[in-house]
């Protein structure tokens, strides 16, 4: 199935989108899910993960007065020292690469209290999974892992303290991949549509997934949830509609500046028009 026929299907009975980041930080965060979040960190880190605690995240069906958006992230804590912090997001965000690195930055100061030792400080991962292709990664695949690496000869990792993953679930379709690579595909294939015959036969195979499928259910009957997911949705494609109108404003912008510089250099009017597609009018009143 292509990605945007399976990123168009509607799910049957209603069921809640996991990639709607509340939906997805209550599905992985949560305390009691504890199963689902570690078999999903398994695959993506490709090590043995024995212990995941959920404990310090916000518990949104209970603490958001008003139905307020919180921090929407998932914190686990991975085999009680290494902390790990996953992002889900549908739409793109600017300077997303910065924003990565500061989330990763504010986690990784919090391992050690004042007057205690730097050694103190452990591996902190950040994963991003998007909903969206990266502008600057179009050359690699759909999950990519970042480390701080010397680059002139020995390629010689500095430390194993940083570590970032960055998932775009839309490069997913163009690449056939074996192993943990493929258990991966099957966790995105669950967040694109969790009811998809592909995603059945998953579970037939993954009891955690199964888990998350029997959970993801059981949240969709909360009213109360169902709520926060709408208002969520809404609030999303009202970001990225300003975005778009503000790209297409600036974009009109530039191109009237552009007509302008050609008149004012004595460039005939109707190469301006064919070149910029503005009206004799337009051009002659810049």
Same mark, same amino acid.
């Given at each position: 199935?292509? %990605?945007?026929k399976e990123?168009?299907?509607?799910?049957?009975?209603?069921?809640l989108?996991?990639?709607?980041? +509340?939906?997805?930080?209550?599905?992985?965060?949560?305390?009691?899910?504890? !199963?689902?979040?570690?078999?999903?960190?398994n695959?993506?880190?490709?090590?043995?993960?024995?212990?995941?605690?959920?404990?310090?995240?916000?518990?949104l069906r209970?603490?958001?007065?008003?139905?307020?958006?919180g921090?929407?992230?998932?914190?686990?804590?991975?085999n009680?020292?290494?902390?790990?912090?996953?992002?889900?997001? $549908?739409?793109?965000?600017?300077?997303?690469?910065?924003?990565?690195?500061? =989330?990763?930055?504010?986690? =990784?100061?919090k391992? +050690?209290?004042?007057?205690?030792?730097?050694?103190? @400080?452990? !591996?902190?991962?950040?994963?991003l999974?998007?909903?969206?292709?990266?502008d600057? #990664?179009?050359e690699?695949?759909?999950?990519?892992?970042?480390? $701080?690496?010397?680059?002139?000869?020995?390629?010689?990792? @500095?430390?194993?303290? @940083?570590?970032?993953?960055i998932?775009?679930?839309?490069?997913?379709?163009? *690449?056939?991949?074996?192993?943990?690579?493929?258990?991966? /595909?099957?966790?995105?294939?669950? #967040?694109?549509?969790?009811?998809s015959k592909e +995603?059945?036969? %998953?579970m037939?195979?993954?009891?955690?997934?199964?888990?998350?499928?029997?959970?993801?259910?059981?949240m969709?009957?909360?009213?109360r #949830? !169902?709520r926060?997911?709408?208002? !969520?949705?809404?609030?999303?494609?009202?970001?990225?509609?300003? *975005?778009?109108?503000?790209?297409? /404003?600036?974009?009109?912008?530039?191109?009237?500046?552009m007509?302008?510089?050609?008149?004012?250099?004595g460039?005939?009017i109707e190469?301006?028009?064919?070149?910029?597609?503005?009206? /004799?009018?337009?051009?002659?009143?810049?």
């Amino acid at each position: 199935m292509s %990605y945007e026929k399976e990123k168009n299907t509607k799910e049957k009975n209603g069921i809640l989108s996991p990639k709607l980041d +509340v939906v997805f930080q209550i599905l992985f965060g949560e305390v009691g899910s504890e !199963r689902i979040t570690k078999d999903l960190l398994n695959t993506v880190l490709d090590e043995k993960v024995e212990e995941v605690e959920l404990n310090e995240n916000i518990v949104l069906r209970r603490e958001l007065p008003n139905e307020k958006m919180g921090i929407v992230d998932v914190l686990a804590k991975v085999n009680g020292k290494e902390y790990c912090n996953i992002e889900m997001q $549908l739409a793109e965000k600017k300077n997303i690469i910065k924003r990565l690195l500061y =989330y990763w930055s504010r986690q =990784y100061i919090k391992g +050690v209290k004042e007057g205690e030792d730097y050694k103190e @400080l452990k !591996r902190t991962i950040v994963i991003l999974i998007a909903d969206f292709e990266l502008d600057n #990664l179009k050359e690699l695949g759909f999950h990519s892992k970042w480390k $701080l690496r010397e680059t002139e000869k020995r390629k010689q990792i @500095l430390t194993e303290d @940083l570590e970032l993953h960055i998932i775009e679930i839309p490069k997913m379709y163009k *690449e056939d991949v074996k192993g943990q690579e493929a258990k991966l /595909k099957e966790w995105l294939h669950f #967040l694109e549509n969790p009811e998809s015959k592909e +995603v059945v036969n %998953y579970m037939e195979k993954n009891n955690n997934m199964k888990e998350a499928k029997e959970k993801l259910e059981t949240m969709s009957e909360d009213a109360r #949830l !169902r709520r926060l997911a709408e208002l !969520r949705e809404k609030a999303i494609l009202d970001e990225r509609e300003a *975005e778009y109108t503000g790209y297409c /404003k600036g974009k009109s912008e530039a191109i009237k500046t552009m007509a302008k510089n050609m008149k004012n250099k004595g460039i005939a009017i109707e190469i301006i028009e064919e070149i910029t597609n503005l009206s /004799k009018e337009e051009i002659e009143a810049l």
